[in-house]
């Protein structure tokens, strides 16, 4: 919400229009594509013109403006008109089959920072703190991820290893569940998803939450089921591309949103974080160390 609690924010606007589109109906996917095709256009345009544009009705425009929690269709176009004031943000960078490699290296770079500057403008200290209050104090932490995803629910378990917190990653469906059901209260479970639709993740965080444990999404659709199941939602956000759907930009965001969290828990438990990042850092150390010789070996 913006700061008079009238609709999105103009920086995070396309962000969070890309994140629900998944969730909304035919009719209003289609008045929200438009959005994200030409954002410019449809600022300049009156209902009438984008509901001809868009072949769906007045009335369509007027309910797609209220689910992205707008008072009706003139908000929403005041809000496309500020975020055309950054046409940086709003020109297409979608990589195509015959673009030379220094223009993949521009269009990568600039769709992860995008997605980075996106994430932060949704990532509220009050939502983080909820989080890394209930990481800080938990017996255990799972984390659910599959895909893309499933690696960014291992860099959780690894980086809470580290500070010497009992996590554990979850990329297979059947041994989440067994895992989740075995929580409890004061436990928790964090699901990673960036459509926030994944039944492999959303189950065992239903039934994780079912056993006591605290349920957290990380996902970049604020309106979809992981969303709502969970207790605490950490927002990323991240275009998906016709060459990496949903697993480009949206696993630097969510990797973001994670260190944010790590950074978090280690500050809440610094003395017994930097006694355990000094011994696993030592272990690691002395392994190397005697590794080396028998490496070189013939």
Do not use: W
């Not at 291992?154 to 990653?169: E, N, Y």
């Not at 309106?223 to 199941?229: D, F, G, Q, T, Y």
């Not at 998906?240 to 969290?261: K, M, N």
Request: proline share 5%; glycine share 8%.
């Amino acid at each position: 919400m913006d700061d008079s609690g009238n609709g999105l924010r103009a920086d995070t606007l396309v962000a969070t229009v890309r994140g629900v589109l998944p969730s909304l109906t035919p009719a209003a996917r289609t008045v929200a594509r438009l959005i994200l095709e030409d954002p410019a256009t449809v600022a300049r345009s009156t209902i009438t013109e984008l509901s001809a544009a868009s072949g769906t009705s007045e009335a369509t425009i007027v309910r797609t403006a209220r689910l992205l929690g707008f008072a009706g269709y003139p908000q929403l176009r005041l809000a496309l008109a500020a975020a055309a004031a950054q046409p940086d943000r709003l020109v297409p960078g979608d990589l195509a089959p015959d673009d030379p490699l220094s223009e993949v290296i521009q269009k990568v770079a600039r769709a992860e920072s995008e997605a980075i500057n996106d994430t932060v403008a949704q990532l509220t200290s009050e939502r983080l703190g909820l989080v890394v209050d209930a990481i800080a104090g938990a017996r255990r932490v799972d984390a659910y991820g599959v895909g893309a995803s499933g690696l960014v629910a291992g860099d959780v378990a690894q980086k809470l290893l580290r500070i010497g917190l009992s996590s554990h990653a979850f990329q297979d469906a059947h041994l989440a569940l067994t895992s989740a059901v075995l929580l409890k209260e004061g436990d928790v479970a964090i699901g990673i998803s960036t459509s926030g639709e994944t039944p492999d993740v959303i189950e065992p965080l239903t039934r994780a939450g079912e056993a006591g444990a605290t349920t957290v999404a990380i996902t970049n659709n604020p309106r979809s089921s992981i969303a709502e199941l969970a207790e605490h939602v950490l927002i990323s956000a991240g275009r998906e591309t016709e060459f990496r759907p949903g697993a480009l930009a949206s696993r630097i965001s969510q990797l973001l949103v994670v260190d944010c969290v790590f950074v978090g828990v280690a500050q809440r438990t610094f003395d017994s974080s930097q006694e355990a990042l000094t011994s696993t850092r030592r272990a690691v150390a002395e392994f190397t160390r005697r590794a080396s010789p028998a490496r070189r070996q013939p």
